[in-house]
């Protein structure tokens, strides 16, 4: 069985890799020894350990004069998962204290609903989210 190498890269040299944080140390070790400029991980409601997300954060060291940048995208959990405390309460995770205001200066959060995206969902796909049940309607809407 051939297998593939855990990157695309594309014609003009930049790479994408593909890394998964199981809900364990050792899921976020692979990411630890190599070096990005971006990075991003999604549905980061579903990255239980806030541990995962500082090893990904540090692995922003790539030396090549580009702006480093984290994107993470989520279907918001719950106000105790880390994502919150971080992005919306600007609080540290491990302590609680207030961060940095130099690290709060760099958090900057968007929520988006499909109302607000109404030009790119297809119609059929809005009416399956809006039969669901009342919980589900809350949710999508």
């Known amino acids: ?4 190498p855990p990157f695309v890269t594309f014609p003009n040299g930049s790479q994408v890799w593909f890394a998964g944080l199981e809900d364990n140390d050792f899921g976020s070790e692979k990411v630890l020894g190599n070096e990005f400029s971006t990075t991003f991980i999604n549905e980061a409601s579903e990255v239980i350990l806030y541990s995962n ?3 990904v954060l540090t692995r922003l060291a790539q030396k090549n ?3 480093k940048l984290m994107l993470v995208d989520e279907n918001p959990w719950v106000k105790t ?3 919150y ?3 919306i309460e600007h609080r540290d995770n491990a302590n609680g204290e207030k961060l940095d205001p130099l690290v709060t ?4 959060t968007m929520q988006m ?5 109404l030009q ?3 119609a059929g796909h809005l009416a399956t989210l809006a039969s669901g049940s009342q919980r589900d309607r809350n949710r999508f809407f």
């Open 1 to 4: 069985m051939r297998h593939h």
């Open 113 to 117: 609903n499909p109302s607000d995206n």
């Open 105 to 108: 200066e760099t958090l900057m």
């Open 81 to 83: 998962h880390w994502t």
């Open 85 to 87: 405390k971080r992005f």
């Open 120 to 122: 790119n969902i297809d």
């Open 65 to 67: 004069g580009l702006r």
């Open 53 to 55: 997300y500082v090893k």
